[in-house]
């Protein structure tokens, strides 16, 4: 195939998953809005409900919601250059709009909680717009995308952790705070949203354009939740919420996995994890193996891969 060929195929195929995926935006975008404080009841909070670990980890939500615009800045950028309006749409009509509120609500709670004074919130809030976006510069739309699809699926299953957590410690004496359980509520199906969206974009492209699995490999080989950079002096204690809050890591990788093995096949589940556990801290045990698995895993087909990915689809 010539170059000139390839340029038109892939041109093709970009129009393709545009069409497809303007369709779905369609459907679904003009039933969409925002939320707002006045969504809410605020005389109706219970912070006495609620612990300290709670309102820590909700101040540190609040700081990583509170700058869409940095991450908007490169997801926009990357649908220019990979010729994606839908992804341009998607971001400028509905998860720019919906996440710049989702920090409001979480600030209004903590303020009028006492859990934290404003002055604190808004120097801290300063300082993650300082910190900017990291993530994503130079990506394709896939890559954006890939990013985006694990950014908001690792942050609805943790606010999802957040709400059951409340309704557990709940009891007739001490009953969970109304208004944090309906915020918790309506971000979580906001961020579900958002995750359906992107993966929808993954999909679609790679099942017009197979030949760019690698992109999504890279991208999700190299991910990294947005606090570590934006909020690094909170991200350190996100574990330990976690274990409090129960969050379902497992159930979180069995999503991750069977997304990966549909998206890339089961090599490129393998090379995925064998790349992310070279470049990030995993098991003392595990360092070595993957050492040595490392460069043998560069090519896409590699068996090394294959094996990887069937035997982590059977381990999850």
């Known amino acids: 195939m010539t ?3 390839m340029k038109s195929a892939n041109a093709t195929a970009a129009s393709l998953v545009n069409d497809e995926m303007q369709a779905l935006l369609d459907r679904y975008l003009p039933h969409r809005r925002p939320m707002s404080a006045g969504d809410y009841d605020w005389d109706l909070i219970r912070p006495e409900s609620v612990d300290r670990d709670f309102l820590e980890a909700v101040g540190f939500v609040t700081l990583v919601e509170a700058n869409p615009a940095a991450p908007a800045a490169h997801i926009l950028a990357a649908a220019d250059r990979s010729n994606a309006p839908w992804l341009r749409r998607f971001i400028t009509q509905t998860w720019l709009p919906e996440e710049g509120m989702h920090h409001v609500p979480f600030k209004e ?8 004074q404003k002055e604190f919130l808004d120097s801290e809030i300063d300082r993650v717009i300082d910190r900017g976006f990291e993530h994503g510069a130079g990506y394709t739309e896939l890559q954006a995308a890939t990013y985006g699809w694990l950014q908001e699926l690792i942050t609805w299953r943790f606010y999802e952790s957040m709400h059951s957590y409340l309704l557990a410690q709940a009891t007739d004496e001490n009953p969970a705070d109304p208004v944090m359980v309906k915020i918790l509520l309506d971000i979580s199906k906001q961020e579900n949203f958002h995750r359906h969206i ?38 350190p204690k996100a574990p330990i919420w976690s274990q409090k809050f129960n969050f379902p890591l497992k159930g979180l990788i069995r999503d991750i996995v069977s997304d990966m093995r549909d998206l890339t096949g089961h090599r490129g589940l393998g090379q995925t994890a064998i790349l992310y556990g070279s470049k990030n801290a995993i098991h003392w045990y595990l360092k070595p193996l993957i050492a040595v698995l490392a460069p043998l895993s560069r090519p896409y087909r590699s068996p090394v891969n294959y094996l990887a990915g069937r035997l982590i689809t059977l381990a999850f």
């Open 198 to 235: 992107y993966l929808a974009g993954v999909r679609t492209t790679l099942n017009r354009s197979p030949e760019r699995r690698g992109e999504v490999v890279r991208a999700a080989a190299e991910f990294l939740m947005p606090g570590h950079h934006m909020a690094p002096d909170w991200q």
């Open 3 to 5: 170059a000139m060929t």
């Open 109 to 116: 709670y903590l303020i009028r909680s006492g859990a934290y």
